[in-house]
T-cell receptor, first 115, second 117 residues
Framework: AQSVTQLDSQVPVFEEAPVELRCNYS??????LFWYVQYPNQGLQLLLK??????LVKSINGFEAEFNKSQTSFHLRKPSVHISDTAEYFC?????????????FGRGTQLTVWP | GAVVSQHPSRVICKSGTSVKIECRSL??????MFWYRQFPKQSLMLMAT?????????EQGVEKDKFLINHASLTLSTLTVTSAHPEDSSFYIC?????????????FGSGTQLSVL
């Protein structure tokens, strides 16, 4: 079975500051890795994913995450945050051999960006 | 992009009553839908996989007679919490698989907050 740990339940930062949301996972098999974002009163949206290839993946709005197999981590980073980045962020893993929808989620990190 | 509509967004009910939650794929057909629940400060946990035209597959520890899932069409799956009790109070969220093996094919509803008094 897989498990996901998001070490920080809340991360408050000021606008234009850098941020890192941490995610570690445990699995006995190879996995796909995902970050989802949930804005207030909206559904989960895929932010970025690692399936294969380059271990550094980037989103269109400036976030990036790096898959580190040795440390079993997939931390999310952004060099300069905006107030509009305020949201709940979920890290998730999926067994490469299982149905796509069988995602295992972390408990989420609430990112709050202050002006 | 593809949208999944979940209704209601919030429901309060008395203990012993049943509550139905709907999950609709608005602009695509979803042969597979998934139901998750989330307790405060905890992870989203997969409850069951709903397949159109067949019985749902429940995760270990999830009571299938308690959480009835119906996927009668390619655009609608429903979750009914039967004889709800306060311990069933939780955040329920559905997702629908557009198909394929890439993550962008999976879309989530906005969730339903169930409170059982």
């Amino acid at each position: 079975a897989q498990s996901v740990t998001q070490l920080d339940s809340q991360v408050p930062v000021f606008e234009e500051a850098p941020v890192e949301l941490r995610c570690n996972y445990s699995s006995s098999v190879s996995v796909y890795l995902f970050w989802y974002v949930q804005y207030p009163n909206q559904g989960l949206q895929l932010l970025l994913k690692y399936l294969s290839g380059s271990t550094l993946v980037k989103s269109i709005n400036g976030f990036e995450a790096e898959f580190n197999k040795s440390q079993t981590s997939f931390h999310l980073r952004k060099p300069s945050v905006h107030i509009s980045d305020t949201a709940e962020y979920f890290c998730a893993v999926s067994d490469r051999g299982s149905t796509l929808g069988r995602l295992y989620f972390g408990r989420g990190t609430q990112l709050t960006v202050w002006p | 992009g593809a949208v999944v509509s979940q209704h209601p967004s919030r429901v309060i009910c008395k203990s012993g009553t049943s509550v139905k939650i709907e999950c609709r794929s608005l602009d695509f057909q979803a042969t597979t839908m998934f139901w998750y629940r989330q307790f405060p400060k905890q992870s989203l946990m997969l409850m069951a996989t709903s397949n159109e035209g067949s019985k749902a597959t429940y995760e270990q520890g999830v009571e299938k007679d308690k959480f009835l899932i119906n996927h009668a069409s390619l655009t609608l799956s429903t979750l009914t919490v039967t004889s709800a009790h306060p311990e069933d109070s939780s955040f329920y969220i559905c997702s629908a698989n557009l198909g394929g093996v890439k993550a962008e094919k999976l879309f989530f509803g906005s969730g339903t907050q169930l409170s059982v008094l």
